[in-house]
Structures are given as C-alpha cells and as structure tokens.
Nanobody, 127 residues
Framework: DVQLQASGGGLVQAGGSLILSCVAS????????IGWFRQAPGRKREPVSCISKSDGETYTIGSVQGRFSISIGNTKNTLLLQMNSLNTEDTAVYYC????????????????????WGKGTQLTVSS
C-alpha cells in the first residue's frame, strides 16, 4: 500500500526559506519517480519538481528554478524540497506524489500528474 505524507509547511516571511519533507512507504525510491506539486487557493494544481532516481533525472519548473531544489533525504524514502527566496506567489498547499511508470520522464509527470498522492502541507508566505 503506497503512502505519502508531506510535512514542514508553515508561515514564512517573504525572502525566507523552508524545507518540506515527504515520507513515503510501500515502494522504493530506486524504482519510482517522485515529485512535488502545489495548489494555491482558487487556482489549478501546478507542478513544482520531480526526481527519478533510476535514471538520475530531475526537473523543476521555470518559475521556481534557482530557488527550489528537490532531493532525496538521508533517511530512507524521504523526499525533500528546499525552498529559498520565498514570495507570496509560493503560498499553496504542497503535495508529494509518486509513480511507478519510470518509462515516462519527469516532464511527463509534471504535465500529467502522478498515480499516487499524499496529503498536502500548507505553506503561507507573508509579505
């Protein structure tokens, strides 16, 4: 049974930094692609970043490139999202997701979504 749980959200001032974590179970990061998505109030869900350990691929959307960094944590099956230079546009519920179909690229997943989703964590950036 695949489970994903994001945590680490909170209230941050603009310009600040935060690290989100996602603890996963029921599958191995060696075999799946995993990623972050977000949904702001009144807006559609949008992709943030993806990593596929099996082929070493990572992909991050343009609006957060240079500010956000996805990585796999030292603790087994933990996904991280380092977020720097936060602004109010980053306010959203952040979700981690995973997919076993690693024959697709991260760009595919960020466009079409992933098969398994966890509950999100709220990030609020104040001005």
């Amino acid at each position: 049974d695949v489970q994903l749980q994001a945590s680490g959200g909170g209230l941050v001032q603009a310009g600040g930094s935060l690290i989100l974590s996602c603890v996963a179970s029921g599958f191995s990061f060696d075999d799946w692609a995993i990623g972050w998505f977000r949904q702001a109030p009144g807006r559609k869900r949008e992709p943030v970043s993806c990593i596929s350990k099996s082929d070493g691929e990572t992909y991050t959307i343009g609006s957060v490139q240079g500010r956000f960094s996805i990585s796999i944590g030292n603790t087994k099956n933990t996904l991280l999202l380092q977020m720097n230079s936060l602004n109010t546009e980053d306010t959203a519920v952040y979700y981690c997701a995973a997919d076993s179909r690693t024959y697709y690229s991260c760009r595919y997943y960020l466009r079409y979504g992933m098969a398994s989703w966890g509950k999100g964590t709220q990030l609020t950036v104040s001005s």
